[in-house]
């Protein structure tokens, strides 16, 4: 089993940064695909990016592809979401998951393990 954290969200203006970070807990976090999954208010969760066991290979939602970044250090047990030009719309929850099999990323139930999430907030 695998237990996730996430941190790094918070309050950015339109057009900035954050990086979301997701610590993971056990010795096996190389053996599984993470994945970054979303949900906003009154909205179904929905797929963000997903990465690898190694992180060689990643997949974007198309409305994240060019300003969203996902990658993992396995020495350090923690995916990363690095998310630049930030929209309003991108407000939500964010909450990272781990799979085993690199099949049916988009599909949040395929995911066996989830954080608690983190809230992130774009002003307008």
């Known amino acids: 089993q695998v237990q996730l954290e996430e941190s790094g969200g918070g309050l950015v203006q339109a057009g900035g940064s954050l990086r979301l970070s997701c610590a993971a807990s056990g010795r096996t976090f190389s053996t599984y695909i993470m994945g970054w999954f979303r949900q906003a208010p009154g909205k179904e969760r929905e797929f963000v990016a997903a990465i690898s066991w190694s992180g060689d290979s990643t997949k974007y939602a198309d409305s994240v592809k060019g300003r969203f970044t996902v990658s993992r250090d396995n020495a350090k047990n923690t995916v990363y979401l690095q998310m630049n030009s930030l929209k309003p719309e991108a407000t939500a929850v964010y909450s990272c998951?781990?799979?085993?099999?690199?099949?049916?990323?988009?599909?949040?139930?395929?995911?066996?393990?989830w954080g608690q999430g983190t809230q992130v907030t774009v002003s307008s």
């Open positions: 998951a781990a799979k085993r099999a690199f099949s049916s990323l988009i599909t949040s139930t395929s995911y066996g393990y």
